[in-house]
């Protein structure tokens, strides 16, 4: 399974632009790089997800590198309803969740 | 709508005894799973199930069991043989494997007092 690192925790202010980093160095070439948001007490639900195009929906984009072994997640203006832990999952066996990125959205 | 059904919502039990927790979907989908969600932690995979009547062990199911009976249930017995069983439980379904999206429901709180 790829490994993968996501800070801890990251801050936003309200309206501004979000960049989520992930590094997984140790991704096979066929892994697809899944993104997942977990509101507190709640269930993930699923946010984008790429192979090596960048993609974009109307949740957010996903910038993926041109090596692969890393990726940004992308949230154009932050919302209030957009403070969640993300999680990188570039697995493609069994989506191994690991701990995820904290984001706090300030008003 | 369509989406995932897990009941109870909260659960409160006595060491020792088992517990089943339930799991419907109503979306089609082949894939089925149950992960265990520890505070601050991420999401470990207990079960998962990808056709009706087979499922396989994930990476923590020692103390847990599972059936597939029908393709739109997925139940999660929690036994006396899970040394920790207090934890967020939450079950996801897919269309047909993990590299789909995987739609998940609310999660059950077992709390063992």
């Known amino acids: 399974d790829a490994k993968t690192t996501q800070p801890n925790s990251m801050e936003s202010n309200e309206e501004e632009p979000v960049h989520l980093p992930c590094n997984h160095s140790t991704i096979s070439g066929t892994d697809y790089i899944h993104w997942y948001r977990q509101l507190p007490s709640q269930g993930p639900e699923y946010v984008i997800h790429?192979?090596?195009s960048n993609v974009n929906n109307r949740m957010a984009s996903l910038a993926i590198a041109e090596d692969r072994k890393s990726s940004t997640l992308i949230l154009h203006r932050a919302t209030l309803r957009d403070a969640a832990v993300y999680y990188c999952?570039?697995?493609?066996?069994?989506?191994?969740f690991g701990a995820g990125t904290i984001l706090r959205v300030k008003s | 709508d369509g989406g995932i059904t897990q009941s109870p919502k909260y659960l409160f039990r006595k060491e020792g005894q088992n517990v089943t927790l339930s799991c419907e979907q109503n979306?089609?989908?082949?894939?089925m799973y149950w992960y265990r969600q520890d505070p601050g932690q991420g999401l470990r995979l207990i079960y998962y199930?990808?056709?009706?009547?087979?499922?396989q062990k994930g990476d923590i199911a020692e103390g847990y069991s599972v059936s597939r009976e029908k393709k739109e249930s997925f139940p999660l017995t929690v036994t006396s043989a899970q040394k920790n069983p207090t934890a967020f439980y939450l079950c996801a379904s897919s269309p047909r494997t993990e590299l789909e999206e995987l739609f998940f429901g609310e999660g059950s709180r077992l709390t063992v007092l």
């Open positions: 790429g192979l090596t």
């Open positions: 199930s990808q056709i009706v009547n087979d499922f």
């Open positions: 979306l089609n989908h082949d894939a």
């Open positions: 999952i570039p697995d493609g066996n069994k989506l191994v």
